[in-house]
């Protein structure tokens, strides 16, 4: 009788221990499920943005030394809205997505355009601004008057940028060879097209605007608007918290005006988007 109840005891310990076992388990995938991006960042306080620091008036280092710009108060703004501070990471542009893959940043604010090939490995938000891109020349250059004249020239454009790809994939092929110069910054950009090094350039005049101004530089747009651009808020895929959370804010922004006033603020008329 003894002996039988030992064997009843030892088998329901048995028993007791698989289902704790199993319990415990199921408890810490829950767990591990419930563990988001957004949790992560509203449990740090922060949410860290990367975006480049060299691109006004988009974003960019001011007199004090602090990362400034239409961007970095896009960033603020919708920090504030989740309930965290903006963390600002300044990245070169080349190694902007390496970046975010590999979680150096949470989320990139910096004029990342939106494409369908960047989509099949990030998300974005949706649009918070819309540039549109046209093809600019010294004010003296009177041989090239739209990408058609580019046959032959000398081309500059932003390293791994949007715009690169767009030269390389439709521009080229419609109307001939020319060589493309690749920068990692703006000014040098410019620079470069006012001695003369390059022919021309592709770009928005909001981007351009503040260089040239800051450095007398005299260039102008010329021909229609190449295309138009929308940059989101990227981050990497499968975290829909944080991507709904961001889109909410935007669209709150939006609706009362925080948004308008920012795009004001930084490039002195309505936002077009």
């Known amino acids: 009788m003894i002996r039988n109840l030992k064997r009843v005891i030892g088998i329901s310990l048995i028993f007791a221990t698989i289902f704790s076992l199993f319990v415990g388990c199921g408890t810490k995938k829950e767990a591990q499920k419930q563990t988001t991006l ?5 449990q740090s306080g922060k949410i860290s943005v990367g975006l480049m620091g060299t691109y006004p008036p988009y974003n960019f280092l001011n007199k004090n030394n602090e990362i400034d710009g239409f961007d ?17 990471v300044s990245n070169d542009w ?21 494409t369908d090939e960047r989509k099949k490995t990030m998300d974005f938000s949706d649009p918070y601004i819309k540039n549109s891109v046209s093809a600019i020349v010294r004010q ?11 046959k032959g020239k000398k081309i500059g454009v932003g390293l ?17 060879n020319f060589q493309i110069v690749t920068y990692n910054d703006v000014i040098t950009t410019l ?49 829909p918290e944080l991507l709904n959370s961001i889109n909410k804010a935007l669209k709150d922004m939006k609706s009362d005006g925080t948004y308008k006033q920012i795009f004001k603020k930084w490039f002195g008329v309505d936002p077009t988007l």
């Open 140 to 150: 003296d250059n009177n041989s090239i008057k739209s990408i058609q004249d580019f």
């Open 94 to 114: 080349s190694s902007m997505v390496g970046g975010l893959e590999k979680g150096k940043f949470d989320v990139v604010i910096s004029q990342m355009t939106i």
């Open 72 to 88: 970095a108060d896009i960033a603020k703004e919708i920090a504030k809205r989740i309930g965290v501070k903006a963390e600002f």
């Open 191 to 239: 620079l470069d097209l006012n001695t003369g090094r390059i022919d021309a350039t592709v770009n928005n005049m909001f981007a351009i605007k503040p260089e040239i101004d800051k450095n007398n530089i005299k260039v102008k747009a010329v021909g229609e608007a190449l295309k138009n651009d929308y940059a989101g808020v990227a981050m990497k895929k499968n975290n």
């Open 160 to 176: 791994g940028t949007n715009d690169e790809k767009y030269l390389r994939d439709e521009v080229m092929p419609k109307v001939g």
């Open 38 to 42: 957004l949790d992560k960042i509203k």
